[in-house]
């Protein structure tokens, strides 16, 4: 299993019918390939994690890598993975406007076991609170 986290900027403000239509995909593309993770929307930026076997992990990444509802994505991390952190989502969701993407993000990232895992999501929602 692999772990790949990155970051992207989407080309418009994210409103429902995007973010509606990226999850439904995700989240039927993820169940199917055995892929778990977290996706953070913090005004136009994106973070996620995504997490199980190398070979399906990597086409889901060259899938989204290729979407050009978003650009300027940066990988921050691609390694090798013993445990999920996100065991429990096909693809965890949260966006900072009704509360506070702090707070939100804090209660998510609670039981993740990786410090750096854990700091990367906590700092993303620090500096991409506010919509922008
Ligand atoms: C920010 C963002 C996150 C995405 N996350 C996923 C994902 O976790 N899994 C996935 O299959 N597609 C994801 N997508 C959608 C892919 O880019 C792509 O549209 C989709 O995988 C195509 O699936 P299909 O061939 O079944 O239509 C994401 C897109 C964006 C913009």
């Given at each position: ?29 993820n ?14 930026r ?12 990597d086409?889901?990444?060259a ?70």
């Amino acid at each position: 299993m692999e772990q790949i986290v990155y970051v992207s900027t989407s080309r418009s403000l994210p409103d429902e019918r995007l973010l509606d239509g990226i999850l439904a995909v995700s989240r039927r593309n993820n169940a199917r390939d055995g892929l778990t993770g977290l996706l953070v929307v913090g005004g136009r930026r994106f973070l996620q994690v995504l997490e199980g076997p190398c070979d399906l992990c990597d086409a889901a990444y060259a899938r989204i890598r290729a979407d050009e509802r978003h650009f300027a994505l940066v990988q921050l991390s691609r390694r090798p993975l013993i445990e999920r952190s996100f065991a429990g989502w096909h693809m965890g969701f949260e966006q900072g406007y009704a509360n506070p993407l702090v707070s939100v993000v804090e209660q998510l990232t609670d039981r993740v076991a990786d410090p750096y895992l854990q700091a990367q999501f906590r700092s993303f929602a620090e500096l991409h609170s506010q919509p922008a």
